[in-house]
């Protein structure tokens, strides 16, 4: 049997950081971790159409701050920030005892990110699309985003069939064991009439940059 590695949890502390981003004590763990939960699940199923990426949460003292990286800002932000002054009322009222703040920074290639990969694939695939289709264009697109690799693996009942199957497409080079390699990772599920269809998606934007310790002067 293989061991899969998430490869963010995989690089978490060498190349890659946490997504939620703060210290607590224990009889306070509880309580912090089901607010974020309930947060980034708000915000993916109310914004599901604005193309998020990827959420942060950073908390402080008195302040909660919530990061979301969009590739359609417009979107969460509406018409004179209308659509945005109703998020924060409705997150502000999952945490109650602080004061929220929301971040929107704009993701520049979409095309090239994972997690918005997997979720457009998916989204051709409940559009009837042909899976194989959606896989290849997704893939033409990110390699003229300049990616240095993209792997796309859908698994289910492709194409109505009786029997679930899985099919990979994988143009460049993906190294997984490496730690300096700079790979993100989406996933995402079509619902179809078939079936539950799972899509992953892996890419690889190039090495991290290290620092060197020894010209550095850091033991």
């Given at each position: 049997?293989g061991?899969?590695v998430?490869p963010?949890g995989?690089?978490?502390g060498?190349?890659k ?9 224990p ?6 971790i089901k607010e974020?939960?309930e947060i980034?699940r708000?915000i993916?199923?109310k914004?599901k159409?604005?193309?998020i ?5 950073e ?7 919530v990061i979301?990286?969009t590739?359609?800002?417009g979107v969460i932000?509406?018409?004179r920030g209308?659509e945005?002054d109703?998020?924060?009322e409705d997150l502000?009222?999952i ?6 703040g929301?971040?929107?920074?704009e ?11 997997a979720?457009n694939?998916?989204?051709?695939m409940?559009k009837?699309?042909?899976?194989r289709?959606?896989m290849k ?6 390699m003229q985003?300049?990616?240095k690799?993209?792997?796309i693996?859908c698994?289910?009942r492709l ?10 497409y994988?143009v ?12 993100e990772?989406g ?6 009439k078939a079936g ?6 892996w890419?690889?934007?190039g090495?991290?940059?290290l620092?060197n310790k020894?010209?550095?002067?850091e033991?």
């Amino acid at each position: 049997m293989g061991h899969k590695v998430h490869p963010l949890g995989y690089r978490l502390g060498y190349i890659k950081g946490w997504s939620s981003r703060w210290f607590a004590k224990p009889d306070l763990m509880k309580k912090f971790i089901k607010e974020d939960f309930e947060i980034r699940r708000y915000i993916k199923d109310k914004l599901k159409f604005a193309g998020i990426a990827n959420i942060e949460i950073e908390r402080y003292p008195e302040k909660v701050k919530v990061i979301i990286h969009t590739a359609r800002p417009g979107v969460i932000i509406g018409r004179r920030g209308a659509e945005i002054d109703r998020v924060q009322e409705d997150l502000q009222s999952i945490v109650k005892d602080k004061e929220l703040g929301i971040d929107i920074k704009e993701v520049k290639r979409p095309a090239a990110n994972a997690q918005l990969v997997a979720e457009n694939v998916a989204l051709q695939m409940m559009k009837r699309v042909s899976h194989r289709k959606a896989m290849k264009k997704a893939i033409q697109f990110a390699m003229q985003n300049e990616v240095k690799g993209i792997k796309i693996s859908c698994a289910g009942r492709l194409g109505g069939h009786e029997i679930a199957r899985r099919e990979t497409y994988k143009v460049g080079k993906i190294p997984l064991q490496t730690l300096r390699a700079d790979i993100e990772y989406g996933f995402a599920e079509a619902k179809t009439k078939a079936g539950l269809i799972g899509v992953k998606v892996w890419v690889y934007t190039g090495d991290a940059v290290l620092e060197n310790k020894e010209t550095t002067g850091e033991m």
